[in-house]
């Protein structure tokens, strides 16, 4: 499937597909949206306030914008080295678009990073930004108005 009908589909967006029994842990926090957008289309509108994060024993790391209609777009990668004792960062191997009127999630292949830090050291933004192999450009910075929450 072409990024752009996977991208057609987010702006349909349900729950992006996770193992719960799988993941390390998850984390919710709230806040708003900066900057939401996916092949070319500003959804900054359509984001909810919400984002979830997830993290594996294998160290796959996944950030969750959660839309409006209940849709969830997934930035997924592996942790890597901290650039500071305070900061993350994450690179995207992948994205997830949860469809939720079909019901249907697709993914597909894209590579960029997500830089994050410590809530409580004052860092508040995650900002992830990636590229599809066709060229297109996918980025999302989620500003947290609330401490993450298990």
Known sequence: MRVTASIALALSISSAPFDAAM????????????????????????????????????GR?????????????????????NPTPDTDLMAIDKIIVANKRSGKSDEFAAFGRCTYGNFYKGFRTVSCRATSQDGTEHSGIFELTSAPKP
Do not use: W
């Open 61 to 81: 790391v996944g950030f969750y914008f959660v839309m409006t209609d209940g849709s969830i777009v997934t930035f997924s990668g592996y942790d890597r080295p």
């Open 23 to 58: 993941s390390q842990g998850i984390m919710g926090a709230e806040g708003r949206c900066k900057s939401f957008k996916m092949a070319g289309h500003d959804l900054t509108r359509g984001c909810a306030g919400k984002m979830l994060n997830t993290t594996y024993p294998d």
